[in-house]
């Protein structure tokens, strides 16, 4: 079992930023990172933002490339995701997700509420 504990969302206007926060505990995981779901669509639908893979390396998925950054603190087993020049279209719940070392399972974090607003 993987426990993933968000905190940073809120609401700040367009142009602003946030700092999210994740901290796993439990289990050891291989993937960490994080995924976005705007309003109105499916759990299928969410989009991957960034993640950090079993070897350390961090990604930024394309769009979102410039604007936001991934990192990782091995000590504190946390995965921040900054997030600078927000837009309106950035408004989404944001999920922590990791992926169990071995078993490949997905756990997910409760969500953390974004939203851009003027």
């Known amino acids: 079992q993987i426990q993933l504990a968000e905190s940073g969302g809120g609401s700040v206007p367009p142009g602003g930023s946030l700092r999210l926060s994740c901290a796993a505990s439990?289990?050891?995981?291989?993937?960490i990172g994080w995924y976005r779901q705007p309003p109105g669509t499916p759990d299928i639908k969410r989009e991957l933002?960034?993640?950090?893979?079993?070897?350390?390396?961090?990604n930024i998925v394309g769009p979102f490339k410039g604007r936001f950054i991934i990192s990782y603190d091995n000590a504190k087993r946390t995965v921040y995701l900054q997030m600078n020049n927000l837009k309106a279209e950035d408004t989404a719940v944001y999920y922590c997700?990791?992926?169990?070392?071995?078993?490949?399972?997905?756990?997910w974090g409760q969500g953390t509420q974004v939203t851009i607003s003027s």
């Open positions: 933002v960034a993640y950090r893979t079993s070897t350390g390396n961090l």
């Open positions: 997700y990791a992926v169990a070392t071995g078993i490949g399972k997905n756990y």
């Open positions: 439990g289990s050891p995981f291989s993937i």
